[in-house]
């Protein structure tokens, strides 16, 4: 079983930035595929990042590319996600998810445990 936990998000300026941190349980963090994803009401939860247990492969949004960035640190079970040049339409609730057997997908159904969200707002 994996825990997920999801903290700094919050209430910002458009052209602001937030950084996002989704702590882990588990002493096989180091093997987790890790993705972040978004909701935002009455809309689909869509694909935001994702990166490898190895880290060396990142993928990303075409809505995001350029202003956002995953990365993960194995020595505190925590992956990040830097947002930068923040936009209103970015608003939603992002969640973190580990994905155990890799699939490369960037589906949410490919992931098996997520966390509660952190809402992001971001004002114009």
């Known amino acids: 079983q994996v825990q997920l936990v999801e903290s700094g998000g919050g209430l910002v300026q458009a052209g602001g930035s937030l950084r996002l941190s989704c702590a882990a349980s588990?002493?096989?963090?180091?093997?987790?595929?890790m993705g972040w994803f978004r909701q935002a009401p009455g809309k689909e939860r869509e694909f935001v990042a994702r990166?490898?247990?190895?880290?060396?492969?990142?993928y990303y949004a075409d809505s995001v590319k350029g202003r956002f960035t995953i990365s993960r640190d194995n020595a505190t079970s925590t992956v990040y996600l830097q947002m930068n040049s923040l936009k209103p339409e970015d608003t939603a609730v992002y969640y973190c998810?580990?994905?155990?057997?890799?699939?490369?997908?960037?589906?949410?159904?490919?992931?098996?445990?997520w966390g509660q969200g952190t809402q992001v707002t971001v004002s114009s």
């Open positions: 990166m490898r247990k190895s880290a060396a492969s990142r």
């Open positions: 588990g002493r096989t963090f180091s093997t987790y595929n």
């Open positions: 998810a580990a994905q155990i057997a890799y699939i490369s997908s960037s589906s949410w159904r490919a992931y098996d445990y």
